[in-house]
Each structure stands twice: as structure tokens, then as C-alpha cells.
């Protein structure tokens, strides 16, 4: 078996409780990577139309890639993926932490899981063996308890659980798969799958050295990483990515009360820089991590905040915070533990709770509906007390937790201008009318509105290490942040078609591009981990065959170009702060959308039979077709 890999994928039938052990070829590996790519490919092969997200003929994949468990800062990550109860398309999302690690320790690169427990169960893998047990005693318990729980069971503290908590068992359809307590596949409801199955937890222990192809080349990359990454990343390691919150707001690109207005009057309330003097206890880190972006806050009144649940990242302080209305740090602190407890996204989790803020403020909720709250923006309590609602389904929580496209058709009365999603997908806590092409990318992206696999245009704006980088790739010119020219999509697509590639690989963001690790640095090092020739090109090919199986499985399920919109409020120009009178021209993004189609080689939307062939998937063309 080639380097990189442990060779092994893991195949579990929780219905008849049967599991086999399957050994690809090398080619297999070269064509999908890992990751997203795995997960495209076995989705598309695997899961005929029609199939509903939480049937138990869905899959579960979990994947890593070949630099899962590397010994290098930013691989420590693993993806996962299933048809999404959220959109109806393709689910995929990804985590940090030690999790992704250890699965390859322990001896595989994939676990596809079908089927349904008739009780429930986790799955235990250690060195190359699995195990179904018991998880009767398990469900209902909150993360902590749960990996507690495990870790004793099985007599080692070194387990690594990734798991649901009570919101997957509800099946609340943003559910997201936990890991390490801090470290979470947020996106696209990968928990409520997980929870369809009653799958408590995958717990892993491995002792496997990871074979690589040239250890010392590996070693050097790990020494420049170590020695320069924290530098790059100087701002991420002091205070997190919660370090972007205030030039966010000096900008208006941060959210604020379901994103009617771009800043927020207690920006430093709640910035990395108020954490850091106050509420910060520990920084953490990843597997194998010189930035150790991850915090750890600790809060003793008026109520307890648990260490051991880490601390809010950007996208929670956003999305429980400013774009809820709130600035006391402490309530966002105390909300960032209820999601890791219950196992929800904290971006739809939030996006849900501010839609339902701004319905209560024009009266399509009342207080009946709300069970006596007060579901006002800037009403703290009661947004800790929605969070716990969703994840238990408890009164409006309940149809909270079905996401905000599905609660706005059920309120009706014009609630759907409020839900702010795209194919169903709550959007990120980025503003597309100041970052114009990332709002072409959320709508054209395979999982409903997305940051991750997309562009950020501020970086864009200047001379700079990331367009530097993108030199290479013959992006020479910055561009303004508003920009939608040609110039602008061709920046987006091959952005985020290397944002992809990573998804496969898989690779930390925040550690090989925010920090300066670069194309040809990052090309050798799957050379020198694998043994392949590989090279940028080479890689960019399998970031763009990912999204390809993606766009064609949406296709397949029933997803048309029609769904790669944008909700209206966001052709409505802000009335005040830093981008005042801004926003999304509907004529100038309609044709950029098409000027991507075209770019892509998806005419109408759909990828033609030459561009599959010319990636090497033509096998998917008769595929597309619902």
C-alpha cells in the first residue's frame, strides 16, 4: 500500500450488525485523495435518488486523508459526510482535534456506516479491530459525560470519542458530530444522521505508526511550520480566531441582529481581546499544533462555565452574540458549553435563534409561542434557554431545530425574509455584501451556504501573503472586496477549489494557508508523505473532482441550479455603519453566478460530460439525472 494511508476501509451494517474490512487500490486513493473526495465518490456509488437524509439506507462516512495524523501543525483534521437532513444535497463537514489521528492509528482511513441499531451503540476500533457495544446506558448523556463514560468503560483515558449529544439523538436536523469536547463537524446535520442510526459514538485507540514515504523531508516541513507558522498566525495564537471580530466590525462585515446591520455597538464586550483579559484560562491546540488557536475559558458567575468544553471560536461569539444582539461575553461563554453539551452547530444553532428574535420583534412570534420568553434581541437568558430548547426539542425549539427554511414555512406570514439560508444551510457569520465574491461562492457551494470551501475577498484587497501565493496561479492584481468581475470569479473558483483539495487531503485552513505554508510547500509534503509526484496542478485536480461529485449528487437528489440563490436581504443595501448604502447588485450577481457556470464547465449548471471526462469521473454523467 502506498504511503500515507493505512490501506483499510472500514464497512459497518448496523442493521444485521456485520462489519468488513475493504483494501482499495492505489489508484483509488490517487483519484479521491480522502475526505471530501472519499465521500463524494461513495455517495454517488452507494445512495440511489430519492433516499431521505435519515433513512437508514443513508450513509455515514467518516474520512481522513493522507495527511490525517501526519506528524506537521494543521493535520490533525478528518472529514464527514452523508446526504444532508438539513438541504437534501450533499453533506460534508470537518473537524480538528486528535480524533482524525487516531482513526488512522488505529488502522483505517474510512469508516462508511449504513444501517440502523435496533438499540443503540457505539463503535469501538482499536489497532485494526472493531467492536459494536452497547450505548443503551449512554444516550441521553451530554458529551462530557458521554467520553467519560467510555474512557472508563474501557479502561484508557487515551480513547478518542467522536459523538452526538442529546440534539443528535433528537435528531435536531444541524446536529453536528463532537470530538476532544472542543472540535466539532458542524455543518450540514451530520449528528442527526449519526442519531438516525442510533450510533452514540465512534471511540478509536491506536498504536500505528503512520508509514511515510521520506521522514526526514516530512520532518524539515514539520520544522518550518513549527518555527513559522505561529508567526504568520501571531494574532490566531494570542487571541483565536475571535482575533477578527473587531476589524470585522470596523469593516460591517459583522453580523449583527440576523445580519440587518454589518457592526455592533459591544464589539470590544465581546472581541478576542476581552476574552483574552478575562474569561481565558488555556490555549489548546491540535494534533501535532505550534498555533494552538483553540481556547479555554473558565466562568464562575453567574452561572459555571466548564473548561474541559474549550471556548468560543469567531463563528460562535458571532452567531450567539452580535448577530443575536448580545455583548456579555460571559452568556456567549455559557452558550459556546450548552452547544458542545446538547452536539449543535453553533452557527445554524444561532442563525435559528436570531431568526426567531427578529419574527418575535414583528409579531409572527408571541410570547405564547415562546413559552412566556421575552425572544428579544439582546435577551441573553433567553437565548440560553432557546439553545437547550433545540437540542431537547422542547417547545419552539422544537420547530427551531427543523432549521430556519423549514420553521419560516411552518410560522408563514412573510417569516421567510427573516431565514437566512441558502439551500437550507443557515448562513456563516460573513457578510456577502462586503464579501461579494464569497457570496457567489455560498450560493454556488455543494453544502448550502459555506465559508470554508470559498474565498474571503478582503484578503484579496491588498498586496499581501495570500495573494502572493495565489501569484503562482497567475492572480497578479488585487481586487476590491465588492468586486464581481471576471477577474473576481476566476479568483473564486481557483480559491476555493484549493479550499477543496484541502477538504481532501485533509488540512487546517488556519495553519496552510492563513499561515504561509504555501502551494509548493504543501505539494511536497503530500509528495514526500505519500511517495506520488504530485504538484499543485495535480492537487487542484482533486479539489475540483470533489466538487464535482458534489454538484453531480445534488443534481442527483434533486437539487437544480435554481437552488444556488441568495436570500433577499442581502440585495438590500445596510442603512448605517461602515458599508452603508452597500450590497449585492441582483443583475451583477446573477451574471457573475453564470460567468462561474461557465468557468467550471457546468453549462446550465450542470457539469458537461467533457469536464468529467477531463477530470476522470465520466462514470458520474449518467448519474445526474434525479
Request: include cysteine; aromatic fraction near 8%; charge should be negative.
Amino acid at each position: 500500500m502506498t504511503h500515507g494511508y493505512t490501506g483499510q476501509i472500514l464497512r459497518v451494517d448496523l442493521t444485521s450488525g456485520r462489519m468488513v474490512t475493504e483494501e482499495p487500490p492505489e489508484n483509488f486513493y490517487r483519484q479521491y485523495f480522502g475526505g471530501e473526495g472519499f465521500i463524494g465518490y461513495f455517495l454517488l456509488t452507494e445512495l440511489p435518488s430519492g433516499v431521505e437524509a435519515l433513512d437508514p439506507q443513508n450513509r455515514l462516512i467518516f474520512a481522513a486523508g493522507p495527511l490525517t495524523g501526519v506528524p506537521v501543525g494543521g493535520c490533525g483534521r478528518h472529514s464527514i459526510g452523508g446526504k444532508s437532513p438539513l438541504t437534501g444535497g450533499f453533506g460534508e463537514t470537518e473537524a480538528g482535534g486528535y480524533w482524525g489521528a487516531e482513526l488512522k492509528q488505529a488502522g483505517f482511513d474510512a469508516i462508511i456506516v449504513e444501517g440502523r441499531a435496533e438499540e443503540p451503540v457505539y463503535l469501538f476500533i482499536q489497532d485494526g479491530q472493531a467492536q459494536l457495544r452497547d450505548a443503551r446506558h449512554l444516550w441521553g448523556m451530554k458529551t462530557l459525560e458521554c467520553q467519560n463514560a467510555i474512557r472508563e468503560e474501557l479502561g484508557d483515558h487515551g480513547i478518542k470519542v467522536a459523538q452526538i449529544g442529546p440534539a443528535g439523538e433528537n435528531l435536531v436536523r444541524f446536529a453536528c458530530v463532537a470530538n476532544d469536547l472542543d472540535a466539532f463537524a458542524g455543518r450540514t446535520g451530520m449528528g442527526a444522521v449519526m442519531g438516525s442510526k442510533n450510533l452514540k459514538a465512534v471511540a478509536c485507540r491506536g498504536h500505528q505508526r503512520l508509514s511515510l514515504a521520506d521522514p526526514p523531508a516530512v520532518a524539515a516541513i514539520a520544522r518550518w511550520v513549527r518555527n513559522n507558522t505561529p508567526l504568520a498566525n501571531k494574532a490566531m495564537r494570542e487571541l483565536g480566531t475571535a482575533n477578527v471580530i473587531r476589524g470585522l466590525n470596523r469593516h460591517g462585515g459583522l453580523p449583527t441582529c440576523n445580519f440587518q446591520m454589518g457592526s455592533f455597538d459591544g464589539v470590544d464586550k465581546i472581541s478576542g481581546q476581552a476574552m483574552r483579559d478575562t474569561i481565558l484560562v488555556r490555549r489548546r491546540s491540535c494534533y501535532a499544533c505550534p498555533v494552538q488557536c483553540k481556547r479555554e475559558v473558565k466562568v464562575d458567575e453567574p452561572f459555571t462555565v466548564d473548561p474541559r468544553y474549550g471556548g468560543p471560536e469567531y463563528e460562535t461569539i458571532a452567531a450567539l452574540g452580535s448577530n443575536c444582539g448580545i455583548d456579555d461575553l460571559k452568556v456567549i461563554a455559557k452558550a459556546n458549553e450548552l452547544t458542545a453539551a446538547y452536539g449543535l452547530d453553533s452557527i445554524s444553532c444561532g442563525a435559528a435563534i436570531a431568526f426567531a428574535m427578529e419574527c418575535f420583534e414583528h409579531g409572527l412570534l408571541t410570547p405564547r409561542d415562546t413559552g412566556g420568553l421575552d425572544l428579544r434581541f439582546g435577551n441573553g437568558l433567553a437565548m440560553l434557554e432557546m439553545v437547550q430548547r433545540i437540542g431537547l426539542r422542547q417547545g419552539l425549539g422544537t420547530l427551531l431545530a427543523e432549521g430556519v427554511a423549514r420553521a419560516a414555512r411552518k410560522i408563514g406570514h412573510g417569516a421567510e425574509e427573516f431565514a437566512l439560508h441558502i439551500k437550507g444551510q443557515e448562513i456563516p457569520m460573513h457578510e456577502p455584501r462586503w464579501k461579494q465574491g464569497m457570496g457567489i461562492g455560498y450560493a454556488v457551494s455543494p453544502t448550502g451556504a459555506d465559508h470554508c470551501h470559498n474565498m474571503h475577498d478582503s484578503a484579496f484587497t491588498h498586496l499581501g501573503p495570500d495573494l502572493e501565493d495565489m501569484k503562482t496561479l497567475g492572480i497578479l492584481e488585487p481586487l476590491p472586496a465588492n468586486d464581481l468581475s471576471l477577474a473576481k470569479v476566476r479568483l473564486l473558483i481557483y480559491r476555493s477549489l484549493w479550499m477543496h483539495f484541502l477538504n481532501c487531503a485533509v488540512g487546517c485552513y488556519f495553519v496552510m494557508v492563513y499561515g504561509g505554508v504555501g502551494f509548493q510547500r504543501i505539494a511536497d509534503l503530500v509528495r514526500s508523505v505519500t511517495g506520488w509526484n504530485t504538484s499543485v496542478f495535480d492537487l487542484m485536480k482533486v479539489g475540483e473532482r470533489a466538487a464535482n461529485l458534489a454538484r453531480v449528487f445534488n443534481l442527483r437528489q434533486g437539487l437544480t441550479p435554481q437552488d444556488d440563490n441568495m436570500p433577499q436581504r442581502f440585495f438590500i443595501p445596510h442603512t448605517s455603519g461602515p458599508i452603508q448604502g452597500v450590497a449585492l447588485d441582483y443583475e451583477a450577481f446573477q451574471k457573475a453566478k453564470e460567468i462561474y457556470y461557465d468557468m467550471m464547465g457546468w453549462p446550465s449548471g450542470k457539469p458537461s460530460v467533457g469536464k468529467l471526462g477531463e477530470l476522470g469521473i465520466d462514470w458520474a454523467a449518467p448519474l445526474m439525472e434525479a
